[in-house]
């Protein structure tokens, strides 16, 4: 009985050093997300909101003639909400800057597998629309929040990363939700 015991353990052990590789799937990086905390928008604006405090305001580079324009860069997640504003006027005119928020959404079409908008009326009385990108497209959300006779504040979110959007998926949520929140408390000045 020893030996067959023995036998068993000898065959166990030597057939056990054959070592089958299988690949492992990519992994993705784990990325925790605080808690949504906001804080009220400081500055000579026409408009005010509630943005992150996650993230960081700063004027927009792109275009310095625009005093209004602003970013809210997320820099933990390298990602940034492009706000541009423009007042309503004879120059400027609700069709106008609703079309071409509208058109640059459409711009994504190409790379986009499906575009959902949605339209909403915040707490204040505005109207908002909600456009949001599914696909590997550089903006997975984008929205604009108007009174429709005096201002026009447009958001988009960008990453600054190479990530595909399926890992980014948890940090593209969180944002959401920072957006809807900034959405929902945006309030305009005359």
């Known amino acids: 009985?020893?030996?067959l015991i023995l036998f068993g353990l000898a065959v166990g052990i030597l057939s056990s050093c054959e070592e089958t590789y299988l690949p492992k799937p990519p992994g993705y990086n784990r990325i925790d997300?605080?808690?949504h905390t906001f804080s009220s928008l400081q500055g000579d604006y026409p408009?005010?909101?509630e943005y992150s405090v996650h993230s960081?305001?700063?004027p927009d580079s792109f275009n310095l003639k625009e005093k209004y324009w602003i970013n809210?860069?997320?820099q933990g997640f390298e990602a940034k909400v492009h706000l541009t504003y423009k007042p309503i006027n004879e120059q400027y005119d609700f069709r106008t800057?609703?079309?071409d928020a509208f058109n640059l959404t459409a711009?994504?079409?190409k790379m986009a597998y499906g575009i959902s908008e949605n339209v909403l009326v915040t707490p204040n009385g505005y109207?908002?629309?909600v456009a949001e990108l599914t696909g590997e497209v550089p903006t997975q959300f984008q929205f604009f929040v108007t009174d429709s006779t005096d201002h026009f504040l447009r958001g988009a979110l960008y990453f600054n990363t190479a990530m595909k959007n399926d890992s980014l998926a948890p940090v593209i949520e969180y944002i959401k939700v920072d957006m809807a929140h900034l959405m929902n408390s945006v309030k305009f000045f005359d």
């Open 1 to 3: 009985m020893r030996k």
């Open 33 to 35: 997300l605080p808690s």
């Open 47 to 49: 408009y005010n909101f």
């Open 56 to 58: 960081l305001v700063e």
């Open 72 to 74: 809210l860069d997320y």
């Open 97 to 99: 800057l609703s079309n």
């Open 107 to 109: 711009k994504h079409q």
């Open 127 to 129: 109207t908002g629309v």
